[in-house]
Every structure is written in C-alpha cells, then in structure tokens.
C-alpha cells in the first residue's frame, strides 16, 4: 500500500482527463514566455559561444545568468606534455570564439606558452586529488586572479575528477571536451 499522497502514479478515479488538463494548462503558465527579441540574442550569443542554444540555453538557465567564455582543462586540450601544442583545429575552434573568454587550467608539467595563444591566459590547474576544500579555495583563487566570474564560466573537461572542479568553483556548467570540440582535434 502506497502512503499519503501518493498514488503510484495510477489515477482511475472520475475526473482524470479534466487533472490532466488542469495540470498541463497550469505548468504551461509557469514556463517563460520570452520576448522574441531575447530569442534571437540568446540564439546568437550561443553561436558567439560556438554552442548548440539547447546547450548554452541549458547552462544559462542553470547559472542565472549569462556565459562569458569557457575554462580549459590542459588535458582537455589534448596537451598532455612539456613538447605538446593544442591540436589545429580545436586551435581554431577556440579562436572561432571572438566574443568569449579564453582560459586555461594547466596540469604539471604544461607552462602558459603551450596554450597562449589562442587562449587568453593559464593557471595551475587544482593539485590532483587534493582535498575539495583545497580545490575550491584554488579555483577561487584563481577565478580572482583572473578578475573573471566563475559562476559566468563553463568548464570543458577530459577527467571525471576534473569535472568536478565546475561544482567546487560554482562554475555555470561543464562539458566534456568531446562535445565541445566534436570531431575536431
């Protein structure tokens, strides 16, 4: 037996077409009605962003507030060694980017002018496996250092343990590298 209010999701009494219709009607009132003007600016600011709008209206949403650019995992980046360089064409995604902030987390051994340009500037990527409290004092840190928002800010990640660096930074959102460059790379 089900307890108090809830039904199991099965609902056969009379009426049910009528809170079917009163529900749908409800919910739908709830949801924004946006002006089409903003439509079309947030569309384009999403193609700025190099963004499907499913996505970036995903992350705005989530953040409150508008994207300013994107944080860069040196793993993410495929640069994985002191000899190492960005691949071309995710080089030319990033600078596709014109109306957005570049950054870089870097992980040892990787130094700024592996990544700078086409991104705009590096810092020590969180230490691996330190603790969260570290982690998001690092980031904060670094977020200062930049004078740039994190919450304004999409991490785009390789690692798992790095995906975890957007939650500690209270960063707008993360993507895995894959979809964020696509095939490119």
């Known amino acids: 037996m089900s307890g108090i209010g809830h039904n199991s999701g099965r609902v056969d009494e009379p009426g049910k077409q009528w809170r079917t219709y009163a529900w749908a009607k ?3 009132a709830l949801m924004p009605r946006l002006p089409i003007e ?3 600016r947030r569309v384009a600011r999403a193609k700025e962003l190099g963004l499907p709008y499913k996505t970036y209206a995903g992350l705005r949403a989530a953040s409150g507030d508008d ?3 994107f944080m860069f995992s040196t793993n993410a980046l495929d640069v ?3 000899g190492d360089a960005i691949a071309a064409e995710k080089a030319r995604k ?3 980017l014109i109306e957005a902030r570049k950054l870089a987390l870097m ?3 990787i130094t700024a002018p592996q990544v700078v340009p086409p991104l705009q500037a590096a810092y020590a990527a969180p230490a691996p496996l330190a603790p969260w409290n570290a982690t998001r004092n690092h980031l904060r840190d670094t977020f200062i250092a930049a004078k740039t928002p994190a919450s304004r800010m999409v991490l785009v990640y390789d690692t798992a343990l790095e995906g975890e660096w957007a939650d500690a930074a209270h960063m707008a959102g993360a993507l895995p ?9």
Do not use: C, M, T, W
Request: positive net charge.
């Open 26 to 28: 409800a919910r739908k």
């Open 38 to 40: 903003v439509v079309r």
């Open 67 to 69: 994207l300013i650019g």
């Open 80 to 82: 994985l060694s002191k």
């Open 94 to 96: 990033i600078n596709e």
């Open 107 to 109: 992980h040892k051994p």
């Open 177 to 185: 590298a894959p979809q964020f460059f696509g095939d490119a790379g």
